[in-house]
């Protein structure tokens, strides 16, 4: 099998596999990040996911930022959210378990009515899905009639509902390219939508809701083309310009990778700036050695894994505190107490079904 750390690759069936098999492959992959000790009892949780997994006709998704233990074992498919998305679209299985967060479960709910769609925990929630409602977004469609909205991936099922179209990090900019319009509303990740608004030469504004009212600040440019709202990814966020300018004082030969969820300073500080996947195979591509990733940390971790060769320099101190709720114990229990289920409202998910679908055709 391909050690590389491949998004579409169909992980081989290993429900034949004895527990001793599976703890040595997990050895050979994962010790240099996991300790023996832990490797020893995932394994046994391994082997029960796999063999639930058959039994029960599920798909595992895995998103590039579980940890290495989970990622490399149970997922049929890993990536970033837009491919994770696309397997979600495509899959014939019965039983989609998502090793992600919420927004991802229901981006998968929202494709396939008709299975059932189990997220992990019920705490894997995100910071950019919490900063927006679909009553922001009515608002903002009142102030700005006829302007097309974009909405990153990153939010609930009733926000997609009032948008037009999705985007994720990885198409934000052929998204809006796509539209065709002077101006758009983007939302609701302040920085993706400078980064998209400095990479597409555009204006951006931010209005503030004032009263209940939605306003625009009074030195607003008259020629404004995005319009901004002000989420953060509470993990991205954290890095700064300092953080680079340290790295590469103390490894003069890193090269800096940036999520666009990073602020348009990290990024123009960087060397490269993609979604999860885009980073992982820019490491994977590159004849350079040492790489700091500017991203959640466990992805560090399954580069290394199945890249030994690379060195990867990551600030760890930050983590993404819904992503961590994934567990192989409670993947385990997913399975067996078929939970949690993920619903959308029909009414909704037929509406936001469209702006997904939107982008799918897009790529
Ligand atoms: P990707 O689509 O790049 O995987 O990003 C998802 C995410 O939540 C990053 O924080
Ligand atoms: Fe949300 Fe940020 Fe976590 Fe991604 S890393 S799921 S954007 S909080």
Known sequence: MDTKLESTIEVEKPSTRTVEE???????????????????????????????KAEKNAVILGH????????HTIPDFKGDSLELARKAAATDKDI?????????????????????????????????????????VRQLKARFPGVPVV?????????????????????AVKVVESLKSDTIIFLPD??????????????????????GRMELPADT??????IGWRGRCEVHEKFTVDDVKNARRQFPDVVVLAHPECSPEVVEAADFSGSTTAMVRYVEKSPARRFLLLTECSMGDNIIAANPDKEIVRLCSVRCPHMNQITL??????????????????PIRVRALRAVQRMLEIG
């Open 221 to 226: 440019e008259l020629d404004y083309q995005i």
């Open 190 to 211: 302040e920085y993706l939508a400078k980064n998209v608004a400095r990479e597409t030469g555009k204006h951006i504004i931010f209005p503030v809701v004032r009263n």
């Open 22 to 52: 599976i703890y040595q492959e997990m050895k050979a992959k994962l010790h240099d990040v996991v300790p023996e000790f832990e490797l020893r009892y995932k394994a046994e949780l391994v082997k029960e996911i796999l063999e639930l």
């Open 151 to 171: 909405t990153y991936i990153n939010t609930y099922a009733e926000v997609k509902a009032e948008s037009d179209i999705c985007c994720t990090s990885s198409n």
């Open 329 to 346: 114990e409670d993947t385990l229990k997913a399975l067996q107490l078929n939970q949690y289920v993920i619903d959308v409202p029909e």
């Open 64 to 71: 590039n930022y579980m940890e290495p233990a989970l990622f």
């Open 96 to 136: 989609i378990v998502f090793c992600g967060v919420k927004f991802m479960a229901e981006t998968a709910k929202i494709l396939n009515p008709d299975k059932t769609v189990l997220l992990p925990s019920d705490k894997a929630g995100c910071s950019l899905a919490e900063s927006i409602t679909a009553e922001d």
